[in-house]
């Protein structure tokens, strides 16, 4: 819940001047409205703080600039309701045993392997169109939790009665929860292993400070964690180990999501011996991750064969996105309505080697054909103007969820063909939401009205569910 006090907003207030629209919708808002919600320098010196309590021999730098944007997205609460009903549909697809036995056949051997376990946390991003939420793609280890839950905790907002925090709850309890229940369910917790946080040169990545939330929120609630790169370890014994501590659980921050890299067969031969729990593991990867599998979810005649019900087949068919495989078959035929699609590799992750068809060259297309693609239609971000002379900036939205239930969601502000962190004015977003009411279209002035009264009966507190 968050409290705000009657001082409070006089200040905010009184630093937004003028109303910044007549009638207060999500499209209004991100047109006129340039109230600050965040101040990114104090969340980078508090992450900095971290860095230096934790003895990081680095700290956020230039490359960082546009890690955290300044503006809230609003969205209103019935797209919120949308998206998490979708969040539901696809968990409930995903569980089907024909949704898992076309997902495996065309995944890495390793996927076979069954740990016990959900996978860990899923991040389900989302663009938001005029007809709704639109999916995009599922990642398995979605960065940027943690740090999103510090940008909750430190927004400010302007006429706060119309804007709520969208899912925040606490966050960093939830995450530590999910994975201290993957544990749990790959074999059961020991209390005196280690907890290692995984990634190839951990400093260098660039949301090194998020390990390190991880590693403190772990820590407090009496977990022993390091962070470390696969290469450190080593399986001897029938235990991973990383010096001569055992490690009982891997927050697993790798791209090698099949674990086939030379510095990660410590880890690999440890997790198919049940020697530790991994989390995201390679058979979550297979089932959410692979692009392939969004061409299953957004068909209604799978949907229906996997024996889902109606509605959620409805449900699946609007929010997915048409999806295909490029094949020797259609390729002449996508490169000639390519405008109206996007493609991505089926293992990719951070948008790596994805391209809107509208910006393909001939040679590109040729270097595409030895991997395997998908190309999903086309769905234009919404957009987010974060000044009256700025060109407006593209919305990306996360929902991050463990079985079925979104936790918290995020949003990412760029320029270009995907999302990245060199956009001045981009970088993560709290996402706020508007409830029923506002969305409709009520003004500031009624709205003020509410507010007084809202004031008054909370006895100079604004209380926001």
Known sequence: MTVVTQPVIRRVLEGCGAPCVETVTAEALHRDCFCVAVDPDAVREQVNGLLASEGAPSRLTDA?????AALPIFVPEHTVRQMESAVQALSAAVATPAFVDAALAWAPVIARHEPGSPGGLLGFDFHLGPTGPRLIEINTNPGGLLLNALLAKAQR????????PAASGEAEQAAIDVLLDEWQAQGGRADDSLVAILDHAPEQQYLYAEFLLFKRALEARGYRT?????????????????????IGCVYNRLTDFALTAPTSQALRLAYLAGAVALSPHPRAHALWADKRNLTLLGDRSFLAKAGLSPDRQTLLTEIVPRTVLVSADNREQLWATRREWFFKPAAGFGSRASYRGDKLTHKTWAQMADQDYVAQALIPPSVRHTGPESPPLKVDLRGYAYQGQVIFFAARLYHGQTTNFRTPGGGFAPVLTLAPGIQRGETQESTGRADARRLRQTDGRDRLP
């Open 226 to 246: 390091a962070i470390c790169d696969p290469g450190d370890l080593r399986f001897v014994d029938g235990a991973l180990r990383l010096g001569e501590e055992r």
């Open 157 to 164: 907002l302007c006429l706060p009665s119309l804007s709520t």
């Open 64 to 68: 960082h600039a546009h890690l955290f």
